[in-house]
């Protein structure tokens, strides 16, 4: 009998449970049906202690969705780190990362939310710092920290909620559609989302757990750890409708939108250039959540899973085929030597652009369609079509680096597109990028949503991205001369580059100064006076003490006739007074 590795096993059980969420949400949808059901752990005496899940046609398809692509991260998993040693040690870590997904989709209550978030932060930090350097602890040690605030804003909720009688959110819903009810607790939970979905000013952590396995990078940033803040609001979205926490929100998301987008066309690496269109995508769901089409926030989480998935999946094809190198320079010509893994790459690349009738463009096109619709402002409504086009640029310059022109990798020449595992996880994922999107838009929307425009509104967002996709292709092709030239304005480049010079306020400047002052107390304290006076004085005198009765004791005939002699005095005064 072959043995059956842990992957095999675990990808086979994913996939059938991803199955048969799936089933049960199209029925959920279907009927207009929900499960809300109790399970009482612990009962004494008048005290009980109840977990709740709510199983409604929304957690189960988002259920269905991670667990699908999760089962293919792991089939992906079997070749990419098949040289790793500990390779079962991965898989069970995402395999926990995944429960605590599971945890935190189809909880209804705050304290079993906690869990899973917390569990989702604690796991994330064991497989950023998996491949164990320096750069990863700092990377581990920033994520960890940055999702803290979150969890404590998420703790502060739950002490909150006692003013309320139930941790259940869900029987609240109604009362937080009144203005002014629950405002506390919607700001709380709004700070714990933007942390968790790295909006600004929480941003820099989301580029710096790049520092993970590829693969976690895929499960990371499509459906799990990034996406928990923006499914937390969309089930609290009633908090945002009707308050000036919503418009809070839609100015953030939309700087951090446009802020990615900036980076991202700044950015060499290829892992860091998909980050930063994750989080282009999160400020895009967040933005439109806040104006409160929370539907349609849900849609373009659901695709944007799917080729984002596939992205990363590609990305780590090309750098494992590159010897681990993630630099975009250094590639070229990858379409005539990695032709399956190309294909693949440009499909999700395309879906990410909103190319119509691929997966992106059904979610991407409506919510810009609503945008126009829609009473906004001026500002914002620039945000939403210029940040559209910063990702089309992105993309396309992307694909010219790496695709096209000729390999820059030296004469030793390692690509090769034979690793089959990794392309049949693609290959699932790339049917899903090009027919996800239309058959979730037929799901969710029972009737078809026809956005009656003018014309030029209609035609605007086809428009910026052609003239993103021109833009792209230009940067690429940038010339020699140019970058000269480009060194004059090196610190504008830079401070756009390095995302407003987020990393250095919440990171290089809080690290510098916290260490600092650990060095002047460790030093004052711990190794100064306190050390002088307390352990280390207690220390000398024993070590002084010890040495004189040593002396006593080494046998010297005077000092031991002497204190014989003393000894007997001592006696002789005790007899008499006895």
């Known amino acids: 009998m072959k043995y059956l590795s842990i992957c095999s096993i675990s990808f086979v059980m994913l996939l059938c449970f991803s199955f048969s969420f799936f089933m049960f949400g199209i029925t959920f949808v279907m009927m207009d049906y929900s499960l809300f059901i109790e399970w009482e752990v612990v009962s004494l005496n008048s005290m009980s202690i109840v977990m709740t899940l709510l199983l409604d046609w929304m957690s189960l398809i988002f259920m269905s969705f991670v667990l699908m692509i999760a089962s293919l991260v792991i089939f992906y998993s079997k070749e990419y780190m098949e040289s790793d040693y500990k390779i079962n040690r991965f898989i069970m870590l995402v395999l926990m990362f995944v429960f605590s997904m599971m945890l935190l989709i189809i909880s209804p209550n705050l304290i079993s939310i906690l869990l899973g978030w917390?569990?989702?932060?604690?796991?994330?930090?064991?497989?950023?710092?998996?491949?164990?350097?320096?750069?990863?602890?700092?990377?581990?040690?920033?994520?960890?920290?940055?999702?803290?605030?979150g969890d404590v804003a998420l703790l502060l909720a739950i002490a909150w909620m006692l003013n309320y009688g139930s941790w259940n959110y869900i029987f609240y819903l109604e009362v937080m559609k009144n203005?002014?009810?629950?405002?506390?607790?919607?700001?709380?939970?709004?700070?714990?989302?933007?942390?968790?979905?790295?909006?600004?000013?929480?941003?820099?952590?989301?580029?710096?757990?790049?520092?993970?396995?590829?693969?976690?990078?895929?499960?990371?940033?499509?459906?799990?750890?990034?996406?928990?803040?923006?499914y937390l609001l969309i089930r609290f979205n009633m908090i945002l409708a009707n308050s000036w926490m919503g418009n809070f929100l839609l100015l953030l998301s939309g700087l951090t939108m446009?802020?990615?987008?900036?980076?991202?066309?700044?950015?060499?690496?290829?892992?860091?250039?998909?980050?930063?269109?994750?989080?282009?995508?999160?400020?895009?769901?967040?933005?439109?959540?806040?104006?409160?089409?929370?539907?349609?926030?849900?849609?373009?989480?659901?695709?944007?899973?799917?080729?984002?998935?596939?992205?990363?999946?590609?990305?780590?094809?090309?750098?494992?085929?590159?010897?681990?190198?993630?630099?975009?320079?250094?590639?070229?010509?990858?379409?005539?030597?990695?032709?399956?893994?190309?294909?693949?790459?440009?499909?999700?690349?395309?879906?990410?652009?909103?190319?119509?009738?691929?997966?992106?463009?059904?979610?991407?096109?409506?919510?810009?369609?609503?945008v126009s619709l829609s009473y906004i402002n001026m500002f914002s409504f620039i945000m939403y079509f210029f940040s559209t086009g910063l990702t089309v640029c992105y993309s396309f310059r992307l694909v010219f680096y790496t695709m096209t022109g000729d390999s820059n990798f030296g004469s030793l020449n390692?690509?090769?597109?034979?690793?089959?595992?990794?392309?049949?996880?693609?290959?699932?994922?790339?049917?899903?990028?090009?027919?996800?999107?239309?058959?979730?838009?037929?799901?969710?929307?029972?009737?078809?949503?026809?956005?009656?425009?003018?014309?030029?509104?209609?035609?605007?967002?086809?428009?910026?991205?052609?003239?993103?996709?021109?833009?792209?292709?230009?940067?690429?092709?940038?010339?020699?001369?140019?970058?000269?030239?480009?060194?004059?304005?090196?610190?504008?480049?830079?401070?756009?580059?390095?995302?407003?010079?987020?990393?250095?306020?919440?990171?290089?400047?809080?690290?510098?100064?916290?260490?600092?002052?650990?060095?002047?107390?460790?030093?004052?304290?711990?190794?100064?006076?306190?050390?002088y006076f307390g352990g280390q004085k207690l220390y000398y005198n024993l070590i002084k003490n010890s040495k004189q009765n040593q002396m006593m004791q080494n046998n010297n005939l005077k000092i031991y006739l002497l204190s014989f002699v003393i000894w007997v005095i001592i006696l002789y005064f005790y007899m008499i007074y006895l």
């Open 414 to 531: 390692l690509l090769n597109d034979e690793s089959w595992i990794m392309l049949k996880s693609m290959m699932g994922l790339l049917i899903l990028s090009i027919f996800g999107g239309s058959m979730l838009s037929w799901l969710m929307f029972s009737t078809p949503i026809v956005v009656v425009l003018p014309m030029h509104l209609k035609m605007l967002t086809l428009f910026v991205c052609l003239i993103g996709g021109i833009m792209g292709y230009f940067i690429s092709n940038i010339s020699l001369f140019f970058y000269n030239s480009a060194l004059n304005m090196y610190n504008f480049s830079y401070f756009l580059g390095s995302m407003w010079f987020m990393p250095y306020i919440s990171t290089y400047g809080l690290i510098n100064h916290s260490l600092l002052i650990g060095k002047m107390v460790i030093k004052s304290f711990d190794q100064g006076w306190s050390e």
């Open 258 to 370: 446009f802020m990615s987008g900036l980076g991202a066309n700044y950015e060499f690496d290829l892992k860091k250039i998909i980050a930063l269109s994750t989080l282009s995508q999160l400020g895009l769901m967040m933005s439109i959540l806040s104006m409160g089409f929370y539907k349609l926030a849900f849609f373009h989480l659901l695709t944007h899973a799917l080729f984002k998935a596939l992205l990363f999946m590609c990305a780590g094809a090309i750098i494992h085929n590159m010897n681990n190198s993630q630099d975009i320079r250094l590639m070229g010509s990858l379409s005539l030597m990695m032709p399956l893994t190309s294909s693949c790459f440009n499909v999700a690349n395309l879906a990410l652009c909103g190319m119509p009738f691929l997966a992106g463009f059904y979610s991407k096109d409506l919510i810009l369609e609503m």
């Open 179 to 230: 203005e002014g009810e629950m405002l506390v607790i919607g700001f709380l939970v709004m700070l714990a989302a933007m942390t968790k979905s790295a909006q600004i000013p929480f941003s820099s952590w989301l580029p710096a757990a790049m520092a993970a396995p590829t693969p976690v990078s895929a499960l990371v940033h499509s459906s799990t750890l990034v996406t928990a803040g923006v």
């Open 118 to 149: 917390d569990g989702l932060g604690l796991v994330s930090y064991c497989l950023v710092i998996y491949f164990q350097n320096v750069k990863s602890y700092n990377a581990g040690m920033l994520t960890a920290l940055s999702n803290r605030i």
